[in-house]
């Protein structure tokens, strides 16, 4: 059996942080979080194969202008597979009313498949693509202190309506951080069943229901093992004397510099030029 089958934290990006020192390290990471939802809103808004393409494209130099190897967007982007293809087939099969137009190229019972649904999921697989490997840009270059600071700062004016914004940045940050955490006591629980005789990666990654099949006994082991992490954290946090709804004084405090208004201006108008400009396909 290849060991390869076992490596969940090797395609596990988000969560994980890669320090480069590179120029999309150092902008202030309220600027990332703001340039991360306008870029994802506006490829989610983009209907089209020439928009999708290039906002691939652009997605793909993020990893270069990150120093980060595109080797860590395509292993964040593996695990995804299956439910990419199950998506595709899903809108195939149901979206025919959706997608109706077009030139018919199956019309067959209940399945009508048109250039339109076509088009529909090879765009959508296109945008579940650039939504992963942002996603992988944003927590690598970014650390989850940043990350909490960010979405609080933020966040911030939602005081004023009692909102518990720190608790929910620390929600947010909490479970970015469980998920490299869990890859990890999941992948050793494998190697562990599969010391024993179970199986586990024997089917091809097609295969979902026996791999779904394979990862049953290990949910309840799992589930044990994130309460007893979550209980541990729990206490860890108590020893510390945190107290849920407190002021707290910020030791980190961010400014922006020139290079965080020329980022996030570049990046509210690449989604300009998404969203607006008529592209032909």
Known sequence: MAGFEFE???????????????????????VKLLSFTILVIAMAICDTYVGNII???????LFYISRI?????????????????ILAVLQLMFYNKVASGGTVLVDHGFILITSDSIRLVIVSALRFIEIIFLSSVLTLSTSTTQITHG??????????VKFPVHEFALIITIAIRFVPTFAMEMEKMMK?????????????????IQRTKDVFPIIIPLFNVAMARAEDLVLAMEARCY????????YTKYKAQNKDYIAILFCIL????????????
């Open 270 to 281: 690449f989604a300009s030029l998404l969203l607006l400009f008529p592209f032909p396909y």
């Open 8 to 30: 969940l934290s090797r395609n596990i990006t988000i969560g994980q942080y890669l320090p480069t020192g590179s120029l999309v390290h150092r902008l202030d990471p309220r």
């Open 151 to 160: 979405i609080e700062s933020l966040l911030r004016p939602l005081k004023y």
């Open 55 to 61: 906002a691939l494209a652009f997605a793909i130099c």
């Open 192 to 208: 562990a069943q599969a010391s024993r005789g179970a199986e586990f990666g024997t089917g091809a990654w097609w295969r979902i």
């Open 69 to 85: 190897p595109i080797s860590y967007g395509l292993s964040g982007v593996k695990p995804a597979i299956p439910f990419i293809l």
């Open 243 to 250: 107290t849920p709804g407190n002021e707290r004084s910020i």
